[in-house]
């Protein structure tokens, strides 16, 4: 038997008598990946990333490991909302315009004490002094810097378009302009190179673009450290008390880490490895977060049809933004039809012998998306469901 084969005879018994569809969470496996997120960090703490888990009861047992401190959460509803819950340290990794939220943060010591909210442009700040609504509370402050490498004098950009923030002289100009302002605090520096952390350079039969992306990666890295040093003496020398400098993600941790201006990094989508991190030459997690579909129909020899799948990821739309058919194996999408929203027909010899009502195992692209398709996760240890836990959507949370 193959430890995929395995893994699908423990998975079928730990659920046997749960109907698919149905998500898990394999602890055995997530708690292996959050300890190589640890030793790749080597001694530097990682900030949870909590899109890429969308499950308080698993940031909580992340948190709980040494290694690990604090979230970096997606909006700022769901920071007040993780904040309300116990979480005392949340960076909210993206600017917000929800006024309600602000003038929630700043009419409450505990929540703005909690949250640290994201700035890249001195508008954001007038629209949360526009928000306030009466509430005094010092709002803490991070900047973002572009992490994007450019080439060709800036005629080609590798690397997500987010903030407009990139020059040591920018960064220190708008902390200045939050230090003029009453009401407002620079805490830390946030720089996500997702061109590294969010890319992976070990592509299946692809070695000449593998190779290209290596090399990209290669001067994106050397690029940026110096550039970020630089930012960052830059705004300390505004922001003296500067609390923390974020940067990386679950594909960058051990090349960021080893930064002497970063203090800490950011990480999530390795907890439950979805397919997008398979192709890293630095590191190989174990799958972790799989659901599964109930097989509803035989259509004939090699084939068989499930109910629903067709979950696909944010991002440009590509076949790698597709669930994956991964147990048993051997499976693999009709290409006339693909997944689909109420069904999905598979292929291959492994379908026949599967029966009516059995499940077939996808493993998602992107991490945490595969929360907004279930209210609950169950936690599979050895050949048992051990617990039973909501997701932010079986919270009635949704956030995005």
């Known amino acids: 038997m193959t430890p995929r ?34 030793r790749r960090a080597a001694g530097k703490p990682i900030r949870v990333a909590s899109k890429s888990v969308r499950c308080r009861a698993l940031l909580e047992r992340v948190l709980a490991r040494d290694g690990f401190a604090g979230i970096m959460s997606f909006t700022l509803a769901e920071s007040l909302w993780l904040a309300r819950s116990g979480f005392d340290d949340v960076l ?17 010591a505990k929540l703005a004490a909690a949250v640290t909210v994201m700035v890249d442009d001195p508008a954001q700040l007038e629209l949360i002094d526009r928000a306030r609504d009466g509430g005094s ?3 803490r402050v991070c900047l973002e810097l572009d992490t994007s490498l450019k080439l060709l004098g800036g005629r080609v950009r590798v690397g997500a378009l987010r903030s407009p923030l990139r020059e040591p002289a920018q960064l220190a100009e708008l ?10 605090r620079v805490v830390g520096i946030m720089a996500y190179e997702g061109h590294v952390a969010g890319v992976g350079d070990s592509v299946a ?10 090399l990209m990666q290669k001067a994106a890295r050397k690029e940026l450290a110096t550039r970020r040093a630089a930012v960052v003496a830059a705004v300390r020398a505004v922001a003296p008390d500067l609390e923390f400098v974020n940067g990386g993600g679950t594909g960058s941790v051990q090349h960021t880490a080893a930064e002497q201006a970063v203090t800490e990094i950011a990480a999530g989508s390795g907890l439950y490895v979805p397919r997008l991190f398979d192709n ?3 590191f190989t997690g174990r799958p972790a977060a799989l659901f599964a579909q109930p097989v509803v129909r035989r259509p004939g020899v090699g084939t068989v049809t499930v109910l629903g799948g067709g979950y696909p990821a944010s991002g440009v739309a590509g076949p790698d933004r597709l669930p994956v058919p991964y147990l048993p194996e051997g499976l693999r999408y009709d290409p006339q039809e693909g997944p689909g929203e109420v069904q999905t027909p598979l292929l291959g010899s492994p379908a026949d012998d599967l029966l009516i009502g059995d499940k077939v195992w996808f493993r998602h692209a992107k991490a945490g998306e595969m929360c907004e398709r279930f209210d609950q996760l169950q936690l599979i240890e050895g050949d048992r469901v051990t617990a039973t836990v909501p997701t932010y959507r079986g919270e009635g949370q949704t956030f995005l």
């Open 280 to 282: 890293y030459s630095s």
């Open 92 to 108: 909210l990794a993206y600017p917000s315009a929800d006024r309600a939220a602000f003038a929630e943060l700043a009419g409450d």
């Open 175 to 184: 902390a200045r302009s939050v230090a003029r302002r009453r009401g407002f």
């Open 137 to 139: 509370e010092e709002v």
């Open 5 to 38: 084969a395995a893994d699908r005879a423990r998975y079928d018994r730990a659920t046997a008598r749960l109907d698919a569809p149905v998500a898990v969470v394999d602890l055995e496996a997530f708690d292996d990946n959050a300890a190589d997120l640890v």
């Open 205 to 214: 039969g692809r070695p000449v673009r593998s190779r290209a992306i290596r």
